[in-house]
């Protein structure tokens, strides 16, 4: 299993970015996926989560509206679209292969810093 | 939201001595359909963090029989016997029963 996020970098407060992960070694049409943070030196939360086909998406009640995870079944990419950034958006994102009710595999992580 | 405890939030073990770290949520752990969805994490400095064992008790793949976990409901343990330099780093409870699913704030595990 190979996830390696992209997409990461200096944001100002209010702008938007797109995250992307690439992933390999498993089948990720059937699997069902997450974007999951840590906030540098602190801990951990899982933000979003994307059933296998795309169509069932959860996420965290404070970040609704803000987040919006999708994925790509064909190039076998996923995807965190965050919007009005804001400097306790600060993290390092990762995307994850899920099991049951779990993570399962954590990926390769970007750093997106919101900072005037 | 489930709100997962650990301790203690750090420890320093002696090789070959054993450690145990305590989890405890705010809820009930007992899904609906019957598993406690509680999960171990390691996280060694400079990596992403790697799934230990899950569904309380359940090693993955590579995890030495040295690991082990028990507990239901709301209070959970990680045991680590004989306890080696590899084991060091950050240990996180996970829970996986209740969205969204929540972390412990992690266990730094040193080796004296």
């Known amino acids: 299993v190979h996830l390696v996020a992209s997409g990461g970098g200096l944001v100002q407060p209010g702008g938007s970015l797109r995250l992307s992960c690439a992933a390999s070694?498993?089948?990720?049409?059937?699997?069902?996926m997450s974007w999951v943070r840590q906030v540098p030196g602190k801990g951990l939360e899982c933000v979003a989560t994307?059933?296998?086909?795309?169509?069932?998406?959860y996420y965290v009640d404070s970040l609704k509206g803000r987040y919006i995870i999708s994925r790509d079944n064909v190039r076998n990419l996923l995807y965190l679209q965050i919007s009005n950034l804001r400097p306790y958006d600060t993290a390092v994102y990762s995307c994850?292969?899920?099991?049951?009710?779990?993570?399962?595999?954590w990926g390769q992580g970007s750093l997106v810093t919101v900072s005037s | 939201d489930v709100d997962m405890t650990q301790s203690p939030l750090s420890l320093s073990v002696t090789p070959g001595q054993s450690a145990s770290i305590s989890c405890r949520s705010s809820?009930?752990?007992?899904?609906?359909?019957?598993?406690?969805?509680l999960h171990w994490f390691r996280q060694r400095p400079g990596q992403s963090p790697r799934r230990l064992m899950y569904?309380?008790?359940n090693r993955d793949s590579g995890v030495p029989d040295r690991f082990s976990g028990s507990g239901s409901g709301t209070d959970f343990t990680l045991k680590i016997s004989r306890v080696e330099a590899e084991d060091v780093g950050v240990y996180y409870c996970m829970q996986g029963s209740h969205w969204p699913w929540t972390f412990g704030q992690g266990t730094k595990v040193e080796i004296k």
């Open positions: 070694g498993f089948n990720f049409r059937r699997s069902w």
């Open positions: 994850a292969k899920l099991a049951i009710n779990s993570v399962e595999y």
């Open positions: 569904e309380v008790s």
């Open positions: 994307i059933n296998d086909d795309g169509k069932e998406t």
């Open positions: 809820q009930s752990l007992v899904h609906s359909d019957g598993n406690n969805y």
